[in-house]
């Protein structure tokens, strides 16, 4: 079973930079990691993923280490509306069929 | 481009009764993937459709059932509910194509199922 590991909940200033860190020391070779998150009352929504490189685009960086065994999502300036559950996910063995094991998530309170 | 719409957005059951939901994924999306989320099991997948067929199921008993049409729109039925069935279900389509799956997936608000 694809499982990642990631903090409980965690907070952050407006403004600020909110980097979440994800675990993931069981990902294979070929398997992405993948960012979601949810915002209360909301269906969750897609924000980046990755192999090795870093990822940016208009959400958020994606940093994998080198060993791929971890990685950070970085959201550069964190506003109010980025209060959410926000999810890391790698991708499933190619036995594992197409769904995706979202765990329980890190909860991020963006403070005024 | 619009979004995945679920409908109904809310809905309250007796036990025992059956329900379906129903779910329009984005255009183009063929993938179409339902999941069950609760307080104490969070996000759980039920299964996936692409061209009319399940490609995957998640570990749920038979009560759950599912479809998807030729226009990629898909239904999930509930059979004989039971208060654990109180839930959020909610739909996520992708452009995942025949022998691909795809990832980056679009949720819908979801549909609230309250059993009483």
């Known amino acids: 079973d694809a499982k990642t590991t990631q903090p409980t909940s965690m907070d952050c200033a407006e403004g600020r930079a909110a980097n979440l860190p994800c675990n993931h020391s069981?990902?294979?070779?070929?398997?992405?990691v993948y960012w979601y998150r949810q915002i209360h009352s909301q269906g969750p929504q897609y924000i980046i993923h990755?192999?090795?490189n870093n990822e940016t685009n208009e959400m958020a960086s994606l940093i994998i280490t080198e060993d791929r065994k971890s990685s950070t999502l970085i959201l550069p300036h964190a506003t109010l509306r980025d209060t959410a559950v926000y999810y890391c996910?790698?991708?499933?063995?190619?036995?594992?069929?197409?769904?995706?094991?979202f765990g329980k998530g890190t909860s991020l309170l963006v403070t005024p | 481009k619009a979004g995945v719409t679920q409908t109904p957005r809310y809905l309250i059951k007796t036990r025992g009764q059956q329900v379906t939901l129903s779910c329009s994924p984005i255009s183009g999306h063929r993938s179409v993937s339902w999941y069950q989320q609760t307080p104490g099991q969070g996000l759980q997948f039920l299964f996936e459709?692409?061209?009319?067929?399940?490609?995957n199921k998640g570990n749920f008993p038979g009560r759950f059932s599912g479809r998807q049409f030729s226009n990629s729109r898909s239904e999930m039925n509930v059979s004989t509910l039971e208060l654990g069935d109180s839930a959020l279900y909610l739909c996520?389509?992708?452009?995942?194509?025949?022998?691909?799956?795809?990832?980056?997936?679009?949720f819908g608000p979801g549909t609230r199922l309250t059993v009483t």
């Open positions: 996520a389509s992708s452009s995942s194509s025949k022998g691909s799956p795809s990832y980056e997936q679009y």
């Open positions: 459709y692409f061209s009319e067929t399940q490609r």
């Open positions: 069981t990902i294979s070779g070929n398997e992405y």
């Open positions: 990755g192999l090795k």
């Open positions: 996910i790698h991708t499933p063995g190619s036995n594992s069929g197409y769904a995706l094991n």
